[in-house]
């Protein structure tokens, strides 16, 4: 009993500090992942919180509902459109850095090749949660956080596979290419069909149940069930949630209401929230500074040997890419100098550093070189991308967008100042002069702020549209909330309830598919202005 | 006052980049012409491919919310300018609805904005805009203005 309440502390202290840093980061220009690292960083020196942290831990526990939530949200179809390329990176690119980065470690480091091709192979995972988190609230194509993901989600399986592979042969040494391609494909293939299956399954019953709680079950024992299942078969958990969640999230919810969808996505973002706050807690908690110092030459050559092979793989496969597919899915060079440098290491390199056995000599070093790269990827490349995208002209909430929100946060602003004199000058803390004098300036400024926005549309018209969506979907929020009251005083029955709520639900998505197709295709049927 | 001046301009308007320019256009000719104004929005749902009926009623329905409302804007601008406007909002096949809608108010110009495809993921093509108007110069008697 005292070690579950123990265990119950320990969660609500990691969630009373996640919450602490995620409020906080709302006022500093820094990424959530990167503060939780640091303030992981400063519990861990001032050792007042001892969490360790294990592999299991993050495979199974965190690591599902973070493939699960990626791979659910992701576009299908603009994933089928890149799949060339995000294969290519995904697949013989891990491959290509893996054997790249041993090589360098070796040569640098002086460790030997078995030990670095296994290094290679578990930082070979990438993990944009920073990278795409910071996507989303730029603004960046879409195209381009789906090819970050994408090839994100199914490196993850890929190296994974390849690890446990050399691994294996850095134990045993001994080392079958054709053996070692068949287990690569079984492993691979295998976990595909478990979560093809499985997604699949779970994808009839979310088209047919019109029940949120019983959906949203099903997707939460899809996500850890497909990992434990294909794990059971000695075949890749990892990419079987992949496959689940890619099948669940296109298949099964084209058949869910809005309402089991927008259920759906809040908890996986939820979810995804709560696991991305601990994994990067505890990747800074247990950060050991002495023991990185110690191995400070190995883990320099081990960035440097990291980002020279994300170089090679990152110019050179989009390169051959496109020499064979002229069209589309060209990836544009800005786009490589992203994928390049977003190439951020986190929770797999990390998970699978830590299963690395003692019977390995180079066990501590390879653990140190892993914090070390990923330390170097968060902290790094993490607070530094924004100003690569904002340099290559990728951010398209640009400066007009900016004014626009600018501009209305000012009239927010007047009109709340202009609320709250009222309200002295009626509580008699205002003469009526002073009253009238402040309410005169007020006025002006709202009505100068009011030109200003009007001066926007004039020049960015395409706003304007944008704008009448926003204030659409607001409405519509504010209409559910209505009817939500409506409900509780008793006004309307549980069934009108459903039925007003499931409209406004199709009205909202609609609103999101006008905006998409604005955003991608400026509808291109019939796309005039 | 000629045949023509009688007849209607129709201005096709989305809400686009060029949309400004080309409602401006249009007050402009009707005034010089004198000659009455249409704005007119066409949207086509199918573009979101849907197979449920609630979700294509209820796309429709926004889209065309959308559409009064862009299209009420561009009245109160014409109408600032001394230019009284009418307005239409129609929904299907983009091309085919306006070309429909023209023959049926008899209309003397459509004026029609150019979309502007600077972002990365636009995918419009500004060929198709061009085409459409070579085919009506062709087919019609009506005068079709592009706005750049």
Redesign the interface.
């Known amino acids: 009993m005292e070690e579950f309440l123990a265990a119950e502390t320990l969660i609500v202290i990691l969630m009373m500090v996640a919450t602490l840093v995620a409020i906080a980061v709302r006022r500093v220009r820094l990424p959530y992942t990167v503060s939780l690292v640091l303030v992981g960083l400063v519990i861990s020196l001032q050792q007042t919180l001892s969490v360790e942290i294990t592999p299991e831990l993050i495979l199974a526990l965190f690591v599902p509902p973070l493939l699960f939530e990626a791979a659910f949200h992701l576009d299908l179809k603009m994933l089928r459109d890149n799949l060339v390329p995000i294969m290519m990176l995904a697949v013989p690119g891990v491959l290509v850095s893996t054997l790249l980065v041993g090589g360098i470690v070796t040569l640098g480091a002086g460790l030997p090749l078995t030990a670095t091709v296994a290094f290679g192979a578990l930082i070979a995972a990438t993990d944009p949660v920073a990278v795409v988190a910071l996507f989303r609230a730029l603004g960046v194509?879409?195209?381009?956080a789906v090819a970050v993901e994408g090839e994100s989600l199914f490196n993850d399986g890929t190296a994974i596979v390849i690890f446990r592979i050399a691994l294996a042969a850095a134990l045993t040494g001994v080392f079958d290419p054709l053996t070692s391609l068949f287990d690569f494909l079984r492993v691979s293939v295998g976990g595909m069909a478990v979560g093809l299956a499985l997604g699949w399954l779970a994808a009839q019953l979310i088209a047919r149940l019109d029940d949120r709680l019983i959906v949203t079950t099903i997707t939460t024992l899809l996500a850890y069930g497909a990992y434990l299942i294909a794990e059971f078969f000695h075949v890749s958990g990892v990419l079987a949630v992949v496959v689940a969640g890619l099948v669940s999230g296109s298949v099964g919810l084209a058949g869910a209401t809005?309402t089991t969808k927008i259920m759906l996505f809040n908890l996986w973002e939820f979810l995804a929230f709560l696991a991305n706050s601990f994994v990067f807690l505890l990747i800074g908690i247990n950060v050991n500074l002495p023991r990185l110092w110690l191995n400070l030459w190995p883990i320099v050559v081990a960035v440097l040997a990291v980002l020279i092979s994300r170089a090679v793989v990152v110019y050179g496969f989009s390169f051959v890419t496109h020499l064979t597919k002229r069209s589309r899915p060209h990836i544009?060079l800005t786009w490589r100098h992203v994928l390049f440098w977003g190439g951020q290491r986190g929770a797999i390199s990390l998970a699978l550093a830590l299963t690395l056995p003692a019977a390995l000599p180079e066990q501590d070093t390879l653990q140190a070189m892993t914090f070390g790269v990923v330390l170097f990827s968060l902290l790094i490349q993490g607070t530094t991308i924004q100003f690569l995208l904002q340099g290559l002209g990728?951010i398209?909430l640009s400066a007009p967008h900016k004014e626009r929100e600018i501009r209305l946060g000012r009239l927010f602003a007047t009109q709340a100042g202009l609320r709250r004199l009222e309200q002295l000058h009626r509580e008699g803390l205002l003469t009526d002069e002073m009253w009238l004098g402040l309410r005169e300036d007020y006025r002006q400024a709202q009505e100068h702020l009011l030109e200003q926005m009007n001066q926007l549309f004039?020049e960015?018209?395409?706003m304007?549209?944008e704008m009448?969506?926003q204030a659409?979907r607001e409405a519509l929020q504010a209409e559910r909330g209505a009817m939500g009251d409506a409900l509780r005083r008793g006004l309307i029955s549980e069934d009108t309830y459903e039925e007003l709520v499931n409209?406004v639900d199709?009205?909202l998505?609609?609103?999101g598919?006008?905006q998409a197709?604005i955003?991608?295709?400026?509808?291109?049927?019939?796309?005039?202005? | 006052m000629t045949p023509s001046e009688s007849r209607p301009i129709v201005c096709a308007t989305r809400g686009g980049q060029a949309s400004r320019r080309t409602q401006e256009r249009a007050i402009a000719l009707s005034q010089e012409r004198g000659a009455p104004l249409i704005f007119l929005f066409a949207t086509d749902p199918s573009f979101a491919g849907l197979q449920d009926g609630t979700m294509q009623a209820a796309l429709t329905d926004e889209l065309l919310r959308m559409g009064h409302s862009l299209l009420c804007i561009a009245e109160a601008r014409a109408e600032k300018q001394g230019q009284e406007a009418q307005k239409a909002v129609k929904c299907g096949a983009a091309w085919e609805i306006i070309e429909e809608y023209l023959q049926q108010v008899n209309a003397n110009t459509l004026v029609i904005g150019m979309p502007q495809s600077d972002a990365a993921l636009q995918a419009s093509e500004p060929g198709e805009v061009h085409r459409f108007a070579e085919k009506l110069r062709q087919t019609t008697d009506i005068e079709v203005i592009v706005v750049e």
């Not at chain 1, 194509?141 to 381009?144: E, V």
Request: hydrophobic share 30%; glycine share 8%; aromatic share 0%.
């Open positions: 194509p879409r195209r381009l809005p544009p990728l398209q004039v960015h018209v395409e304007e549209r009448l969506l659409r409209d199709n009205r998505e609609a609103l598919m006008i197709a955003h991608s295709s400026g509808q291109s049927k019939g796309g005039h202005q």
